[in-house]
Structure formats: structure tokens, C-alpha cells
């Protein structure tokens, strides 16, 4: 891969990596009301996600996902089912009574492993990705050089501009967390979010793989 192709790669990435989405809006969420250094896990989790999709697309299982409407399907139903499934435990969720919360209080009783392992079902849940993967890689591999080192700068790239981008958004989200401590507030938040969680699960179900 030349220089002049990295940089396009580049371009491509930082648009997609910028661009709000399901994993923005988990970790968003989880920093507002939680801290932006448990929301470090959340970025984790979802660029340990993007290793896996990249993994499986450049070893041909995504070439298949493409081109199977059934295992499209499968994966893309279980999919919006997890994302429609995390919007509904937002809806739901018992309210903190806040006037009782400190801030110390605020970021408390969540699992970081919790948080890090939704993240990463948050990042595999689309198969799309796979097929953007699938359709992007190739463009930018020299099918003469050894593969490794090249997709090594690709995932590196995305992963890294991905995290990135990510915790910029957790720090935005965390500076909300005072205004959030309001009872009112904080229940517009959560049925908000999780009501944007649904609305990508349905969006994910109702979408092809074209």
C-alpha cells in the first residue's frame, strides 16, 4: 500500500470513525452517567470489535456473508435484537434518586467488564460493517505484497482513529453529568437514548445487505 493510498484509507476512516452511531451513542451514554474513565472500556470493547470484523473480512467469511441472504439475515436479526434489547433496559431502568448522589456516588456499581463486553456486542451486532470491511479492504491491499503487514496498517488505523474518536465524545458526554444530576433530566436521557438504541435496531432489521 503506497502512501498516497494510505492516505485516502485515512479519509475514509476518519469519516466513518467521526460519524454518530450505536457505539457512540453506548458510550456517550455510559460516561455521562458513569464517568468517562469507565467509558475508556466502552472504547475498548468497540475497537476489539472492529479487530474481529476486520478479521472476518479479510478471510473470506465476510465475501460470504455477502452474498448469503440467509446468514445475512440470521446475524442481522440477532443484531437488532441485542440494540433493541439495550434500549429497552434504558427505557425501563429503576431512576436513581439524584439529590442523594455525589459525584463519587454517580460513577459507581458497573462492572467494567460488563460495560466493555456490551460494547463488543454493540460492535459486532451489524453485519453491514462486515461487508463495508469486506468491500473497503480490498482496495487497499496489494494482492503481490504479504498480507499481515497491511492489514495490520489498515485495523491499526481504524482502531485507533475509532478510539480516538470515541473517547472525544465520552469527554463531551462527561462534562453533562452535572446537569444530569436532576431525576427529571436524567429519565429524558435514558428513555431518549434507549428510544435511539431501538430505533437503530429496527433501522438494522429493516436494512439489506446492498
Given at each position: 500500500?503506497?502512501?498516497?493510498?494510505?492516505?485516502i484509507?485515512?479519509?475514509?476512516?476518519?469519516?466513518?470513525?467521526?460519524?454518530?452511531?450505536?457505539?457512540?451513542?453506548?458510550?456517550?451514554?455510559?460516561?455521562?452517567?458513569?464517568?468517562?474513565?469507565?467509558?475508556?472500556?466502552?472504547?475498548?470493547?468497540?475497537?476489539?470489535?472492529?479487530?474481529?470484523?476486520?478479521?472476518?473480512?479479510?478471510?473470506?467469511?465476510?465475501?460470504?456473508?455477502?452474498?448469503?441472504?440467509?446468514?445475512?439475515?440470521?446475524?442481522?436479526?440477532?443484531?437488532?435484537?441485542?440494540?433493541?434489547?439495550?434500549?429497552?433496559?434504558?427505557?425501563?431502568?429503576?431512576?436513581?434518586?439524584?439529590?442523594e448522589?455525589?459525584?463519587?456516588?454517580?460513577v459507581r456499581?458497573?462492572?467494567?467488564?460488563?460495560?466493555?463486553?456490551?460494547?463488543?456486542?454493540?460492535a459486532?451486532?451489524?453485519?453491514?460493517?462486515?461487508?463495508?470491511?469486506?468491500?473497503?479492504?480490498?482496495?487497499?491491499?496489494?494482492?503481490?505484497?504479504?498480507?499481515?503487514?497491511?492489514?495490520?496498517?489498515?485495523?491499526?488505523?481504524?482502531?485507533?482513529?475509532?478510539?480516538?474518536?470515541?473517547?472525544?465524545?465520552?469527554?463531551?458526554?462527561?462534562?453533562?453529568?452535572?446537569?444530569?444530576?436532576n431525576?427529571?433530566?436524567?429519565?429524558?436521557?435514558?428513555?431518549?437514548?434507549?428510544?435511539?438504541?431501538?430505533?437503530?435496531?429496527?433501522?438494522?432489521?429493516?436494512?439489506?445487505?446492498?
Amino acid at each position: 500500500m503506497t502512501p498516497q493510498h494510505w492516505i485516502i484509507y485515512l479519509s475514509l476512516v476518519l469519516v466513518a470513525t467521526a460519524t454518530p452511531g450505536p457505539a457512540v451513542l453506548y458510550i456517550t451514554t455510559h460516561s455521562t452517567l458513569h464517568g468517562w474513565r469507565k467509558a475508556i472500556f466502552a472504547a475498548l470493547g468497540n475497537i476489539l470489535g472492529l479487530f474481529c470484523l476486520g478479521v472476518i473480512a479479510v478471510t473470506g467469511l465476510g465475501a460470504i456473508l455477502n452474498t448469503s441472504e440467509i446468514i445475512f439475515a440470521c446475524i442481522k436479526y440477532a443484531g437488532a435484537a441485542y440494540l433493541i434489547y439495550l434500549g429497552c433496559r434504558m427505557l425501563f431502568q429503576k431512576q436513581p434518586n439524584f439529590s442523594e448522589l455525589t459525584d463519587q456516588i454517580l460513577v459507581r456499581d458497573i462492572a467494567t467488564s460488563k460495560i466493555f463486553l456490551q460494547a463488543l456486542g454493540v460492535a459486532l451486532s451489524n453485519p453491514k460493517a462486515i461487508v463495508f470491511l469486506t468491500a473497503l479492504f480490498p482496495q487497499f491491499i496489494n494482492a503481490d505484497q504479504a498480507l499481515v503487514p497491511q492489514f495490520t496498517v489498515l485495523i491499526a488505523t481504524l482502531m485507533l482513529f475509532s478510539f480516538s474518536f470515541l473517547m472525544l465524545y465520552a469527554l463531551l458526554a462527561h462534562t453533562a453529568k452535572t446537569w444530569l444530576q436532576n431525576p427529571h433530566r436524567i429519565k429524558v436521557f435514558n428513555r431518549t437514548s434507549g428510544s435511539i438504541f431501538i430505533g437503530f435496531g429496527l433501522l438494522l432489521a429493516a436494512s439489506s445487505n446492498k
